[in-house]
């Protein structure tokens, strides 16, 4: 249970059933006059303003030839069935309470129905759902002041490779030949904790068997997701994948995407293992594409598919691949799709520069005009 005010990206645990109508009565949606329509069948009828009523108070009930001032949410007394708004009036003889009728009213004009929202015994939230500021409203108008959420899963993170370089640690005209900066430990971290996770930085693992195997070992004992990037190509200083093997098992290693070929799943002990490719756009990409799925149907999400819509491409691709591409590109001002020019899985500005990717099929080239699926960043960050 956490505070309603508290659980924005949590996951629902149970359905939100409301126990009363929203809104609880009939209430004024403008500042105006409520009326019978019975006494106002022609517009210039004047009537006797007999009570005021403010949001948060209530009237009584209304006689004939009478109104009643109110204001936006307060409650409509009885005898009543339309609201005036207050630009179609005139007070007259303010002495005495008057008001100058200008419009004819419908009946039901400018009145919320009780219920009209929500109505009471119905469900408003649905578990499984993830929770988003709206729905923190909505659960707070039924007066929800706690809600039953799903744990957050608990996710062990690390990179390999004895190139990598944490800013701060060296200034960039002191970085040894071969080193970078890494990258990929930001943007992982920063994706971990907008779907809702607990993230233990395990920090850099060197390439090294005994260390990879000790890092997973530890990070097996206490999370539900040990995440790493790099070393899990077949290159001799990759050691995840024998590391993983001789802990539990490797389920799965390669995948027909481009950018990220060399994605791992696997278990060690209760942990799932999640192995990312350590080429920052391939591991921006199969983070977005599988690991955030799996992340959230872990937590109980319904609906984890990616969503896409058909957009119209206004550049070339030439180059079919056997495995299906994630291009890179940017929404442009026609309505259209650019294309980043420089697509390797290296060069993480186009995923800053671009506003989502196309989801191109395997073997597929794409010419000017083409519908292609697009899939928009925005909506996969959420």
Known sequence: MVATLDADGRVLAADVVSELHVPPQDNSSMDGYAVRCADVQESGVVLQVTQRIAAGSSGHRMQPLSAARIFTGAPIPSGADAVVMQEDCDVVNECEGGVRVNAVPAVGQWIRRAGEDVARGSVVLQCGQRLHPAALGLAASVGMAELAVKRRPRVALFSTGDELVMPGQKAPQDMPPG?????????????????????????????????????????????????TSGGVSVGEEDHIKPAVQSLGSLDLWQIAIKPGKPFAHGRIGNAHFLGLPGNPVSSYITFLVLVRPFLLQMQGVTEVAMKSIAVRADFTWARADKRREFLRVRRNAQGGLDLFPNQSSGVLTSTVWGDGMVDNPAGCTIAPGDRVQFVAFSELLA
């Open 179 to 227: 080193a970078i900066y890494n990258s990929n430990r930001f943007f992982l971290a920063a994706l971990l904790r907008r779907l809702g996770c607990d993230v233990t930085d395990m920090g850099i693992v060197p390439d090294q068997r005994d260390a990879t195997v000790e890092a997973l070992r530890s990070a097996a004992q206490s999370h539900d997701v040990i995440l």
